[in-house]
């Protein structure tokens, strides 16, 4: 049987899966990344001996080879999908890492940005299987995104397309990563929330919480950060007319909260030429859609190989 593994490398966790080229998921892991030493030499080393020993042990679990291997990971790919050939700010060490080459497998291992990734999966065997123009946004501790149009996921002239997160929002706000000033992901990644707030919550998951319990500074704090995406998701909106957006990520776990003043929000502030509002629906892979992604990734560009 023809499977593929995906791995999405993350800044706590790595997620891998198995599966066919028919979507089906023979196998599923999580182990933590442990993304915390300074030194660029030990994080390669721990990175290539985890996920060498993964790939064995699936393979193992399989009982065959794997046919190929997509790694999806935060930054921008090479235009040969090798590596990530940048990657500002985050897991120190593996940019430019060629992982064909560090892992030493005889099959394909192709890249791609883990946003991207998620839209893959979730276009495949997810919540947006019946769509063509689609949106993703993944709300964690960063904001990421990902473009698809007429079926075909958009990289854009070096791959920087869908990075939705860095989408201005005020002009004199502070710089991202990505030196965009007042880009959406300060004002709704889990990064910033400390900041945001004042010292006062140390996860957006806090945030909510005390939201829930009706406690005013959080409802000012919480209702400001929905504002926030709906204001990014309206520009989006307006920029490549999607049929519907995906949202994804930790941040869509508060369920109602997230989503009924959202709602309210885009019916305020969305352009609805003709009635037309376009739809926002709920990721439905989980924490394993990027991995999921990354295997279908590989299966279709081995195919054409």
Known sequence: MEYAIGIDIGGTLIKTVAVSSGGDILYKEIIETRDSSNSQSFNIQYWVSSLGEQIEKIKAAMKSDVSCI????????DDKGASIA??????KGLERLVWSDALAQSC???VINDAHAALLGEAWIGSATEVQNVAMITLGTGVGG???????LVRGTIGRAGHIG?????PHGIYSICRAPGGLEWYVGDYSIKERSGGKYSSTRELVEDYKRGKHFASSLWLYTVRALACGIVSVINLVDPEAIVLGGGLTEAGEALFDPLSEMLEEFEWRAGGHAVRILKASLGEHGGAIGAARHALQENRKR
């Open 108 to 110: 394909c291992v192709l």
């Open 86 to 91: 940048s990657m500002p700010g985050r897991l």
């Open 70 to 77: 997509g790694i999806a990971a935060p930054g921008i790919v």
């Open 166 to 170: 860095h989408i201005c929002l005020n």
């Open 146 to 152: 990902a473009l698809m149009m007429n079926g075909k």
